[in-house]
Each structure stands twice: as C-alpha cells, then as structure tokens.
C-alpha cells in the first residue's frame, strides 16, 4: 500500500532525550566488543534500532522517535563504531557478522519477536536481517532505503550525485590525484588502510563530509574540520563494506529474496530529494514488497533529522503502539 506524497498525520516532534535504564559491553568474539542500550519501559513493545554508514555509532536522538511509557528501546554500536571496541575496526567486521550479533543481543534479552527499525545503511541491515530470521521480525520501519547494489554505489561514488553538487564533487577529490578518479573507491581505500596517518585523516575527513554534505535538503559546506577520530572511524569502515559490496552473494539479494518477508508488515518513509539514496530504491522495495506502504516525504532529503522524515517516524512508531 504506498501513499505516494506526504506525511502520516499531522507534524510530530520527537519525543523529550531519554535515559537509558540499563547499558553493558557485550562480548561477541573475535576480539569485539559492542555497546548496548535500553531505553523506556522495560515491559514495552519491544524495538531494536540499527544505525547508518555503516560506522556511523547510535546517538541519544535516536531514542526519540518512540514513546518512553510504550516501547523498549534497544540500540546498539556496530562493531568498529561508537563506543565499541577496537575502533575502526575492520578485522572479523562484515554484514554477517551483525546479522549475528543482533541475534545475540535477541536472546540475550529473551525477546521472541521486535520491531526493527533502521535508516540508510540500517534500513540495508534491516532487510539482510529479516530475511535471515524472519520469524522474529513483526514490523520493519525502514528510512531512506539502500539496497547495497553497485548501482546505488556508482550514483554516490561514480559522478551521480556529482552532477547536483559540483562544488562540493570538487572538493571531496581534491586529496586524490586525477590518474586515480576512474576508481575512487579504491582511491581512498588505498589510502585509508595506509601506513600514514596524516593522510589518512586527510581522507576519512573527504569521505565523511561529501556524504555530510548531502544529508538534508539544504547542504552544508565541506569543512574539512570533522573530528578526526569519528572520521577514521566512518570512513574505514564504509569504506570497508562498500568495496567489499556489502558482503553479499548477489549485487540484486535483497530484492532476490524478498520472498521471504512477503508477509511481514512495513513501513517506508523516503525523502524525496534525497541524494544519498534516491526514491527509486524506496519504489522498487515497495513494489515487491505486499504487505509494504511507502510515505514519500516531499520537502525533504536523506537526514533522520529532517523535520518532515522526524514527523513521519514519530507517527508511525505511535500507530504501530
């Protein structure tokens, strides 16, 4: 079911920051530790929630979008990012291995089914994890859909997007030299996993504020002034996934194996101007996709924080309560 423009109801704000009631470092093996977090009533509906990038770490505004008396809020750091450790880690760091540790964090909490919730390169791990353990998913709510294919990745990180912001294109291959742009993927790769520290700075901070730039409808400068370690982090491990193309069998498995979530029920909220993950994925999920419904947010971009995207989480977290 799609509705094609607009928002679910009307204009919603977040709900007030939360604390979290209970937090730990789990241990999942192979020398990685990972941070969670449990917000809200403890006897709520259940929901996880799975952060972008990859390398992108959670944030106490990601407990916002659901209501504190109504759900059991789980967020958790990827391995690599946010506070777990080792950071930037790309070592035993693949999709699988999060498939693995989401699960982890399932029995361990001796949740039977969640909600999964997840934007960008969490709406990606979304869908990878529902089709891998689908009878413990009652509801996706995904935002701002990537389907990890090659395609997505050369609209990014092959001129796509380049032919919006220019000026901002420019910038993020200043560091690299002109011989190298036919690959800037293995560019920056090269160059982020290299023995010189000074330049992989100097890189991760291109890589993280070109996709910066280009998360909200109005975008920001390219400032070069990114911390450095949050940078490293995102860049690495981004960067890491995304040559690796997200670890996957088949440029097309999400699609390929939609079957599997046929009947689960979900919710796509898309931005429509977003430029790091344009609406034809969010289109083409919906469409094979049953037991969907699409909301096309239509002044909006790619952020979580954008007012309409923010409006539209927080009403369907609210009707599914």
Known sequence: MRNAEGQIGAARRPYPVIQPYHYEMIDVGEGH??????CGNPDGIPVVVLH?????????????????????????DQRGCGRSRPTASVEANTTWHLIRDIELIREKLGIDQWIVFGGSWGATLSLIYAQTHPDRVRHLVLRGVFLMTQTELDWFYAGGAARFFPEEWKQFLTPLPESEHDNIMQGFHDRLFGDDEVEQIKFARA?????????????????????????KTFARIENHYFINKGFLDADNKIMRDMDRIAHIPGTIVQGRYDMICPPVSA???????????????????????????????VSIMDELA
């Open 33 to 38: 530790t990972i941070y969670m977090e449990e």
């Open 52 to 76: 972008g990038g990859p390398g992108g770490g959670c944030s106490p505004g990601m407990r916002r979008f659901f209501h504190p008396d109504q759900y059991r809020i789980i967020l958790f």
């Open 207 to 231: 890589w993280t504020e070109w996709e910066t730039a280009l998360a909200c409808l109005n975008p920001r400068s390219i400032s070069g002034t990114t911390p450095a370690a949050y940078a």
């Open 283 to 313: 289109m083409n999920l919906s469409e094979a996709w049953p037991a969907s419904r699409l909301v096309m947010v239509p002044t909006a971009g790619h952020s979580l924080s954008e007012p309409g995207i923010t409006s539209a989480l």
